[in-house]
């Protein structure tokens, strides 16, 4: 018997201050991460995106393939090829389906699902310290509080200040905007962007993944 193919997304933002995984509910009230079967010679990123978009309204800022696992003890056998998507904040449309959790706060139904996203975390924690992946969940400007705030949620740690501003300045992987932003009574704090031209993230991804199909 021919396996049977599904996509599956891992899907985090920063929401209200904190990162979060997106889940659907399924027909049992439980929570599992988005998958469908993809179309006939629809490419699989492609199929990924679009899940992402029937899920959101939009698609990710930042889709990645993580991990193909092979499911034999189940009847038909199974395929999951899985993908982290990120999404900006911000980004809410009315007819989204995804109802977002902190990782450590959710409970999945499928075992496959935990493995999956405990994976996911494993990655996104490790490109952390080399590709400028946080961009994707960040405004296009921010202020470097901002940005130590979405490396804290991440990890899951506090980041001493001193230090992690002196690595970001060295690192060369921020601009300043030469723009000033107030918070309330705080004195106004720089805004600053990503240097894009040293974001290596995208430089995982072939430039021809979405474009290829098999006959």
């Known amino acids: 018997m021919e396996p049977r193919l599904t996509v599956c997304i891992i899907p985090f933002q920063i929401r209200n201050d904190a990162f979060c995984v997106g889940t659907i509910i399924d027909g ?7 998958s469908r079967s993809p ?18 309204g939009h698609p990710p800022a930042y889709l990645e393939q993580l991990y193909t ?3 034999e003890q189940r009847d038909p056998w199974r395929i999951i090829v899985s993908y982290i998507a990120l ?5 809410d449309r009315p007819e989204e389906s995804l109802v977002w959790q902190q990782p450590a706060r959710l409970r999945l139904r499928r075992n496959t699902d935990h493995m999956l996203l405990d994976y ?15 961009f994707h ?3 296009r400007t921010f202020t470097l509080t901002d940005l130590q705030g979405v490396y804290e949620q991440v990890l899951g740690q506090q980041l001493d200040k001193r230090n992690f501003r002196r690595r970001v300045s060295a690192s060369g992987i921020v601009t300043r905007t030469g723009v000033l932003r107030r918070d309330g009574k705080h004195r106004p704090a720089e805004l600053y962007r990503f240097t894009s031209e040293t974001d290596q993230s995208t430089y995982l991804t072939p430039p021809w993944a979405r474009s290829v199909s098999h006959s």
């Open 69 to 71: 696992l092979s499911i």
């Open 137 to 139: 969940l960040l405004p």
């Open 39 to 56: 179309d006939v010679r629809e490419p699989l990123d492609v199929a990924a995106e679009h899940l992402m978009t029937a899920s959101t």
């Open 28 to 34: 049992n009230d439980e929570h599992v991460l988005p």
């Open 120 to 134: 996911a975390l494993v990655r996104i924690r490790a490109k952390l310290g080399y590709t400028n992946i946080a």
């Open 87 to 91: 999404v900006p904040p911000n980004a």
